[in-house]
């Protein structure tokens, strides 16, 4: 079973492989929210991962890539944690849940990409 360490709680985590990371965190009640639950439609579920395993993980979809420019926080390693699914060669991962996250579905987002407010920052922890 491949491990996976949560940041900055420093929680280490057995995962079966072929979850995904949100699908984990949630099994061991890591506070990671994922809002809509892996349907790739609110970035919820941002996760910063240790630059020593980014180039480890699939490459990232244009659909993943688009809702993370929406994430608070945006970093170059980051991710959404439902869309890593874990792997044996992933045994080891590491992986920082931001203090904040901004909820999409609650807000609106315009086709030219401007927001308009309501939009829920979520402070975790
Ligand atoms: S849980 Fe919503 S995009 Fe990952």
Redesign the pocket.
Known sequence: MPKVTFLPMDRTVEAVAGSTL?EVAHRHEVLLE????????????HVIVAPEWYDRLEAPTEEEED?LDTAFGLTATSR???QIVLTEKLDGLRVTVPDYSVNMRVGTAHACGALSFPMLVEKKG
């Open positions: 949100l994922g809002a809509c639950e892996g349907a790739l439609a609110c970035a919820t579920c809702l959404l944690g439902c």
